[in-house]
């Protein structure tokens, strides 16, 4: 199912996914897919878990390449051997950054300094650039206490900030988010969220990967239902939202949950939706 | 067997690091070609599950526990250079930041365990485990052994080094500056521990885990079996045997093998002169097996049956036998050997009797109480 | 046939004790890393180069007056760097004595030489040799472990291993003994994990060849894990633009505080080194 979203008809859209299949150990997590990312936009990719997005955002990041299809970056083919030239790989890493869901993976260095100061020396940064930016991500995420703890200590609303510090710190153009507000105390979810509403109209292109029906529409302009490793729906959140069907059949909701129709959205502390 | 700072002298110390430096060299060169950019995450983690597995306790014939090495897990899943690696980085976190083994002696202690044992290891495991399945019990065996054979290498290795320091190293007085123990007696002590107790803990991790491995995970195997395919997922089913059980004809082999080699060798040798079973009640061999085990503690006093039985191998035939049977070192490897083959014919046995007498009358298998 | 929990010193029991004893450890030594003492505030690599010449001659003196000096040596740098000597007892000294004390036991009783008595009940005669051929070894593994828990305590981890770096050890060897340490804390804990729900699960006695695959199967899926770990931290440095090259941030230079140290103990080392050779 082809899905577009309302863009600037003359900016080049920043991902065009074309056809992608890929297969994974027996298992198709991506069929047939198709999908388009304006600039600028923010996006939620609504999906069970297992539908697929987690694999769909490597595939984004160029981390892994599918096995039918393509995929355009920017206007142009997004290919292995494209990664793998200095130039425009390095620059890629810059403008587009992953924030995984597992922060254990992210976090691979000794400690939370090291970690940030990783993305910027791989660009090859001048080193008191490194050392300036790095106090600067820190006291903006407010981890500046954190500093030389190891990743192991750190609670995971500490680790989520740190991942997402250490990829903010390249200030990439394009964020992928995937599940950022999954496992996450109320207190840190409400932070992320408040990140994801603050960047509206900033003009960074943000994806996020999500199943919490509850936060889309604040941090989503527009909204892609994943099923079976397709899009089966898009359009804005409030919209998409309101399908209930649609949420029922790709197991979004579930029948003990209720819709509001008054179409009244407001930030409830537990995953609930009325149906008056 | 991590030998702490101290017990070597200064020249012993800097010949090992010299030896083991290249090893060293040549590993990172051949894992750099062959991992590329994913040597980093790989060899990090991996060390990583090293340490953690040189911390298991791992259950043995007698009711006791020994520390593996993991080296022989190692070699076989990624092959003996990595192994090197890694072994060689978890060694270094050890005696660093935990104390196990000296900074000094560390190059001893990589040298021993990270090269010697995943060289033994693998070149062990490719030799018997030949072209064989990927799931064929002959690897499971095959690692058991690479293990067995890899640490009992590293612990004969370290013997030699302690056993060395007084022959070489004492004051003008002639007291030993370094380890104290000679030849004669470092041998003995830390190979028994480690033919024994050390040596079966390495077995049972090496051949589980490759046992595992073929159920759960087998392309984890492939790198040390070149051009042996994959099964296909139809044919790796849980219910096929493989494993230990499947294994258990070809372990009655090697436990026979075993037992029969000494008495074999010692049909046509001399009588151990210098040799008798008191000499395993001294102090020092007791006190060298409990730290080659890492403390767990040795029988109190010989086994009766060892008295008896070095009286049997009093040989009939005095001119059949080389001369370096009648040491004590030799004496005591032999005896170990025999022990270990009773012990695992034993184990058998009792594996085999607690089935039976625990097997329903419907066939299936009652939860046996711990024998 | 009695069902109960066996609640003994099973071997499951013993490991997980060890892995919470390994977790115990880094805490206290981030705490004491942070601390304002004498060696908390010299230089990473300085305390690497003195430390390890001092551990050296330690191990290399054929004088008990050298050696010993260097022990009080390490002990009063101790006290300068509030270490406290509660843990230098229980976690250096005792297990030292426990271990190698041990096994120098029968040193002077085994050593040929000059016998200058006899045990009372056993008979065994000593020699002279024999006791400081003990007093050797016991002596060189007390000062050798002392100074080695000095330099881990007062230094965090990562800046003993950068501080490699001065000893010639390539880059990458480095980042993959600080990403070891990492996540050896994690393997542990899932390790850890693992055990305590077999146990919870565990009703009555298992046999030994039922508990030895326990074992080798914990291992087995601890390798799965370890590998499955490994391609996504791959995955993830790729992702920030990891291309097989390893940057470290340039150093903190030195000071002159640092440069009197490394002098202290360059010559300390040195008239060790001459005067217990």
């Known amino acids: 199912m082809n899905s577009t979203n309302p863009s600037d008809a003359k900016q080049t859209p920043v991902y065009e996914v074309c056809d992608v299949t890929y297969r994974y150990r027996q298992v198709t997590a991506l069929d047939h897919l198709n999908l388009t990312v304006g600039a600028g936009r923010r996006v939620a990719l609504l999906g069970a878990n297992g539908s697929g997005k987690s694999t769909l955002l490597r595939i984004l990041n160029g981390l892994s390449f599918p096995d039918k299809g393509k995929v355009n970056f920017c206007g142009e083919p997004l290919t292995e051997e494209k990664l793998q030239r200095d130039g425009f790989g390095l620059e890629f890493r810059r403008r587009v950054g992953l924030v995984f869901q597992n922060p254990d993976v992210q976090l691979f260095s000794a400690t939370v300094f090291d970690e940030v100061a990783f993305g910027p020396l791989q660009l090859r940064w001048p080193h008191d650039k490194v050392r300036q930016s790095i106090s600067g991500i820190l006291e903006m995420m407010e981890i500046t206490h954190l500093k030389n703890r190891s990743p192991h200590h750190l609670s995971m609303g500490e680790k989520k900030r740190v991942a997402l510090a250490s990829v903010l710190i390249l200030d990439p153009e394009i964020l992928l988010l995937d599940e950022p507000t999954a496992a996450l105390d109320p207190k840190s979810e409400s932070h992320m969220i408040d990140f994801l509403v603050r960047s509206k109209g900033g003009g960074k292109t943000i994806i996020t990967t999500t199943h919490d029906l509850g936060i889309v529409e604040d941090i989503a302009d527009d909204t892609f239902v994943f099923h079976g490793g397709r899009i089966v729906a898009g359009g804005p959140p409030s919209e998409i939202l309101n399908n209930v069907a649609l949420l029922k059949q790709t197991s979004l909701l579930h029948s003990h949950l209720h819709i509001h129709k008054s179409g009244e959205v407001h930030a409830h502390p537990h995953l609930h939706q009325h149906e008056e | 067997m991590h030998i702490p700072d101290g017990y070597l002298s200064p020249s012993t110390c800097a010949i090992l690091y010299a030896s083991a430096a290249p090893f060293w060299y040549a590993a990172l060169r051949r894992t750099k070609k062959l991992l590329f950019t994913r040597l980093v995450p790989l060899i990090s983690v991996f060390a990583a599950f090293s340490f953690v597995v040189m911390m298991f306790n791992i259950p043995i ?116 500056l370094y380890a104290p123990y000679p030849l004669s007696i470092a041998v003995p002590a830390i190979m028994i521990g480690h033919l024994t107790f050390a040596g079966l803990a390495e077995l049972v991790v090496s051949g589980g885990v490759v046992a595992y491995l073929q159920r759960a995970n087998p392309s984890l195997l492939r ?149 | 046939m009695a069902n109960r929990k066996h609640r003994g010193r099973g071997f499951l029991e013993r490991t997980t004790a060890s892995f919470v004893d390994a977790l115990e450890r880094t805490f206290y030594a981030e705490e004491t890393a942070r601390a304002d003492g004498l060696l908390q505030r010299v230089d990473p690599r300085v305390k690497l180069l003195g430390i390890l010449a001092l551990i050296v001659p330690a191990a290399a003196a054929r004088s008990f007056k050298v050696i010993g000096g260097l022990f009080i040596l390490a002990i009063l740098l101790a006290a300068l760097s509030q270490v406290s000597f509660g843990v230098l007892l229980k976690r250096v000294w005792i297990a030292v004595l426990l271990f190698t004390g041990v096994i120098a036991l029968p040193a002077p009783f085994v050593t040929q030489g000059h016998v200058i008595g006899q045990l009372p009940w056993l008979g065994w005669t000593f020699t002279s040799q024999g006791l400081a051929s003990a007093g050797y070894l016991v002596l060189r593994v007390e000062t050798a472990a002392t100074l080695c828990v000095l330099l881990v305590l007062t230094t965090p981890w990562i800046d003993v291993l950068k501080a490699l770096r001065v000893l010639q050890v390539p880059v990458v060897m ?75 941030l340039d150093e903190s230079r030195m000071r002159r505080f640092d440069w009197i140290i490394l002098a202290g103990f360059t010559l300390v080392s040195a008239a060790a080194f001459w005067w217990g050779r």
């Open chain 2, 223 to 371: 790198f040390t079996a070149p051009g042996v395919p994959l099964p296909q997922e139809e044919t790796l089913p849980m219910e096929r045997e493989s494993g230990w059980r499947a294994a258990r004809p070809l372990w009655t082999a090697v436990a026979l093998l075993l037992v029969l080699t000494p008495l074999g060798l010692l049909a046509a040798g001399k009588a151990w002169g210098e040799w008798t079973a008191r000499d395993f009640s001294t102090p020092a061999a007791r006190q060298q097996i409990a730290k080659a085990s890492h403390n767990v503690a040795p029988p109190a006093q010989p086994p009766s049956g060892f008295e008896r039985l070095s009286a049997v191998w009093t040989a009939p035939f005095p001119n059949y036998s080389p001369s370096f049977i009648r040491k004590p070192a030799f004496g005591y490897l032999l005896s170990a050997m025999f022990g270990i083959g009773i012990i695992i014919l034993l184990s058998i046995l009792i594996a085999w009797l607690a089935a039976k007498a625990h097997r329903r009358p419907d066939g299936t298998h009652a939860r046996p109480e711990e024998t």
């Open chain 3, 174 to 248: 480095v980042t993959i003994l600080g990403m070891t340490y990492r996540y050896v804390f994690l393997l542990l804990e899932t390790a850890h994990d693992m055990f305590e729900s077999r146990r919870s699960r565990m009703v009555g006695k298992l046999t030994g060849s039922e508990r030895r695959r326990v074992a080798a199967a914990s291992a087995g899926v601890l390798m799965s894990k370890t590998f499955d770990l490994s391609s996504d931290v791959y995955l993830a440095m790729q992702s920030r633009g990891f291309r097989g090259e390893v940057y470290l």
């Open chain 2, 61 to 176: 014939p007698g009711g006791t526990t020994a520390h593996p090495l993991g080296v022989a897990i190692a070699s076989i899943v990624l092959g003996p250079w990595a192994s090197i690696l890694a072994l060689s980085t978890a060694l270094f976190i050890q005696a660093v930041f935990f104390g196990d083994g000296g900074i000094t002696t560390l190059g001893a202690n990589c040298f021993n365990m990270a090269i010697v044992g995943s060289l033994i290891a693998y070149l062990v495991y490719r030799a018997i485990a030949g072209r064989a399945a990927i799931t064929s019990s002959r690897r499971v065996v095959a690692a058991a052994l690479s293990g067995y054979l890899a640490i009992n290498g590293a612990a004969l290795c370290a013997a030699v080094e302690l056993g060395l320091q007084p022959h070489f190293f004492t004051t003008a007085a002639g007291a030993p």
